[in-house]
């Protein structure tokens, strides 16, 4: 489905992608993982064009996506759920949500595609009148999966879905992730959580200061002895 070749990405003096090359298959989940700085982000980024790699390709479903701006690229059935959530504050739960719909037509899929993610987050529709800016770190996170979701995207890119939240709502958080690669989402997962994002990954790939290091079957990679060293502490 997605396939990056070669990628690299500068930042003034700084590489901070040198030489990427990585796949996501359709209906899979795959995920990268790394340390802080070692790239994880700039690789979703690139791939949004929020950034413009020094070298390499990003091809999606055979199509060369290096000439499109990312309004074209979410048009092709591609999303981000950033960092940080990143919610319209002080807008509507219901109002975030339509805003993820606004390259679509059609009221009335809209409307079921509203119900299906109250269905999803029963939270998000008993404050669907709340500002966003009011909810808690959890909610926020569940409404920018939401919004996400809100564009009917074929490839779902999730950068950090966890961070800074409590253990219970980053379990319920990815047991959602679960869910919607079930429901036949693709779905490229960034995460210092290397745990559980391998936990429930096809298939992984570990970054380390711009390059691909190791990767493999998800379990595979929580077996071994250097991703176990380096990111799974008190889990190894």
Do not use: C
């Not at 999606?60 to 074209?72: I, K, R, V």
């Not at 391998?198 to 493999?216: K, N």
């Amino acid at each position: 489905m997605l396939k990056i070749e070669h990628l690299s990405v500068h930042y003034g003096g700084i590489q901070a992608l040198r030489d990427v090359s990585l796949e996501i298959p359709e209906g899979k989940l795959i995920t990268l993982i790394g340390a802080n700085g070692a790239g994880k982000s700039t690789a979703l980024r690139s791939i949004m064009r929020l950034v413009k790699p020094a070298g390499g390709k990003i091809s999606y479903n055979g199509e060369d996506l290096t000439g499109l701006n990312t309004q074209q690229i979410v048009s092709r059935g591609i999303t981000l759920v950033p960092e940080g959530r990143r919610v319209f504050a002080d807008l509507s739960v219901l109002e975030n949500l339509k805003i993820g719909a606004y390259l679509r037509k059609g009221k009335e899929e809209i409307k079921r595609d509203i119900d299906y993610v109250f269905s999803l987050f029963p939270r998000l529709g008993e404050r669907s009148w709340q500002q966003a800016g009011t909810l808690s770190g959890g909610e926020q996170q569940m409404l920018a999966l939401g919004r996400a979701l809100m564009s009917k995207p074929k490839l779902m890119m999730m950068d950090e879905p966890s961070l800074g939240l409590a253990p219970i709502v980053v379990s319920e958080i990815f047991n959602i992730i679960r869910k919607l690669s079930g429901d036949g989402i693709t779905i490229l997962l960034i995460e210092q959580n290397a745990h559980s994002a391998l936990a429930v990954a096809d298939y992984g790939y570990v970054l380390e200061t711009g390059e691909v290091r190791l990767e493999g079957a998800g379990q595979e990679l929580l077996d071994s002895e250097h991703v176990k060293e380096l990111y799974l502490g008190k889990h190894k």
